[in-house]
């Protein structure tokens, strides 16, 4: 009798190793990643491509941390009209890891990842022959803000890096900054680099012709 016990103990351990090797929920976060203005066009969240295999049953239920701070920020359910695709406009600038829950009609889950940067929407103020004032989002984001880092150049396209360095700025509230010593009629393209803890992002680049 003891005997019978132990060997079913031990059957039902290999069928849920089983399981665990051979099938389950796959969550796939796609695109993987994507850059998206402040208080501008949404991040897309597609979670639609997430699967389960052994047995292949639908996946219900797609749940998203916008900022993988830990807790589920919104939920959607193929009962409630679900179709695991989200959007989400971020108001702070920076670089988030969002994270995807998916999971399916028999309670198994899976979670992945994207990377969503958020980058600062540049605009121009005042317009002078020799300068151009830069106006844009507040990066409102103190736990990742390094710096502000304003950039020109004559070439559009063109990556900023230490030649095109006008200056920096350290103070998060600080929105505006006024580009002198420009040549007048010459067009110039302008960029403001948010620098955060986990890396830099570029702005749209703005480009402006001074007066005569
Ligand atoms: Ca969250």
Do not use: C
């Amino acid at each position: 009798m003891k005997r019978a016990l132990l060997g079913f103990a031990v059957v039902g351990w290999i069928v849920l190793l089983g399981q665990a090797a051979y099938g389950g929920v796959t969550a796939v976060a796609a695109p993987s990643t994507q850059t998206v203005p402040i208080n501008g066009t949404a991040a897309t969240l597609n979670g639609s491509g997430s699967y389960a295999t052994n047995p292949p049953v639908p996946i219900t239920q797609w749940s998203w941390d916008f900022e993988s701070d830990g807790t589920y920020d919104y939920t959607e359910t193929t009962l409630g009209g679900g179709d695991g695709i989200a959007y989400k406009v971020y108001d702070k600038g920076g670089i988030f890891t969002v994270t995807l829950k998916a999971t399916d009609s028999i309670s198994r889950y899976d979670t992945d990842t994207q990377e969503v940067k958020v980058r600062l929407a540049v605009s121009s103020g005042e317009l002078t022959g020799k300068s151009v004032q830069l106006l844009w989002e507040n990066a409102n984001n103190s736990a990742q803000f390094t710096r502000y880092e304003v950039h020109k150049s004559t070439t559009q396209g063109f990556t900023p890096d230490a030649n095109s360095l006008v200056t920096n700025i350290t103070t998060m509230a600080t929105t505006s900054y006024t580009v002198t010593g420009l040549t007048p009629k010459t067009t110039y393209y302008l960029q403001v680099v948010l620098v955060v803890s986990g890396g830099s992002i570029q702005s749209n680049e703005l480009q402006r012709a001074t007066g005569g």
